[in-house]
């Protein structure tokens, strides 16, 4: 079993920057898939970026790209989501979720592929 914290979440203005890191604790980091997800209220739970355990592939979301970039540090267990150029529209609560391997993009943006998640933090974007 892992379990997933994060933090790092909170108020910035448009424009602005955040860093989103998530702890796993239990099993062997390293070999996981790591992902962020966001859900807005009233809206369905949507892709942001994961990453594979080899660091050299990563996937974003088209509304994140060149924006948002996704890491992590297998010696800390930890998977990083640096956030820049922030806009109201990123206001959510942001998720960091565990996959067991890696699949097609289709696959990996779809919340159901994805085995294990934290309990969010909120990131709020002010106009």
């Known amino acids: 079993q892992v379990q997933l914290v994060e933090s790092g979440g909170g108020l910035v203005q448009a424009g602005g920057s955040l860093r989103l890191s998530c702890a796993a604790s239990?099993?062997?980091?390293?070999?996981?898939?790591m992902g962020w997800f966001r859900q807005a209220p009233g809206k369905e739970r949507e892709f942001v970026a994961a990453?594979?355990?080899?660091?050299?592939?990563?996937l974003y979301a088209d509304s994140v790209k060149g924006r948002f970039t996704i890491s992590r540090d297998n010696a800390k267990n930890t998977v990083y989501l640096q956030m820049n150029s922030l806009k109201p529209d990123d206001t959510a609560v942001y998720y960091c979720?565990?996959?067991?391997?890696?699949?097609?993009?289709?696959?990996?943006?779809?919340?159901?592929?994805?085995?294990?998640w934290g309990q969010g933090t909120q990131v709020t974007v002010s106009s």
């Open positions: 979720a565990l996959a067991g391997s890696w699949g097609i993009p289709a696959e990996m943006v779809v919340p159901d592929r994805w085995s294990s």
């Open positions: 990453i594979r355990y080899s660091v050299s592939s990563t």
């Open positions: 239990g099993r062997t980091f390293s070999l996981y898939a």
